[in-house]
């Protein structure tokens, strides 16, 4: 609310509070998507979002329909960090329906309560009106801590790849042969998939999953991919 009276700072932002029902529950954090939406820094805790302004804007008769309609950019990411395709969302005080419009759009089952009509009404037409994201392309990136802990020399151990093998960058400009312990050479540099990375690009460090590149069948990939050949075996 803004501060006519002079009697207080005036409000620079909304608290959203994101907590769980006890210290066992279950909880989801998209961390890695919300790391990528914000051009691979981690999301801090203060957001700065437009106001619902233009289009978006539900009106009727030049008049706005509710005077506190949330900006769907706020929901993306909130529902982004908090939950996965086919999760439940509730929204007990739906208002103009931005929270069920954005579930539907990211392929969420959602549920609303709201008892002023108007709103309802304006809320029931707006999610008519919404196409949900194909399916497709919902897929959020993993965290992580998600991901498999794997040495890439238990790969070397098992035959999933085999010493002698050439990685390439993903660019195919770029080539190192794997030893029989799991290390690599390039040159005159030779050490672990992420070391050898890292010199090459003259980095701190390097994610040698994804740097490196291998055939696999007919396709070129990420070796990355070889983790789940492991985890089949």
Not at 91 to 115: M, Q
Request: proline residues 4%; contains cysteine; hydrophobic residues 35%.
């Amino acid at each position: 609310m803004p501060n006519f009276r002079g009697t207080r700072f005036t409000n620079a932002h909304e608290t959203l509070i994101w907590a769980s029902k006890s210290e066992k529950s279950k909880y989801t954090f998209n961390y890695q998507s919300l790391k990528c939406l914000n051009d691979d820094l981690q999301m801090r805790s203060n957001w700065e979002l437009p106001i619902c302004n233009g289009s978006e804007r539900l009106k009727k008769n030049g008049k706005k329909i509710h005077s506190t309609q949330k900006p769907e950019a706020l929901l993306h990411r909130i529902l982004l960090a908090t939950s996965n395709k086919d999760d439940l969302i509730l929204d007990p005080f739906l208002g103009s329906g931005t929270t069920a419009t954005v579930a539907k759009k990211l392929g969420r089952n959602y549920y609303g309560i709201e008892k002023e009509k108007t709103y309802f009404k304006a809320a029931e037409i707006r999610l008519k009106k919404t196409t949900p994201i194909e399916d497709d392309y919902l897929d959020t990136l993993q965290n992580n801590r998600s991901k498999p802990r794997i040495p890439f020399g238990s790969l070397v151990e098992l035959g999933i790849i085999k010493p002698g093998t050439t990685i390439f960058d993903n660019k195919k400009k770029i080539s190192a042969k794997i030893m029989a312990d799991g290390s690599i050479k390039h040159a005159k540099t030779e050490g672990s998939i992420h070391k050898v990375a890292a010199t090459i690009l003259g980095a701190e460090s390097c994610n040698g999953w994804t740097y490196w590149h291998c055939k696999l069948g007919s396709s070129f990939v990420p070796i990355d991919n070889l983790r789940q050949k492991f985890l089949v075996k």
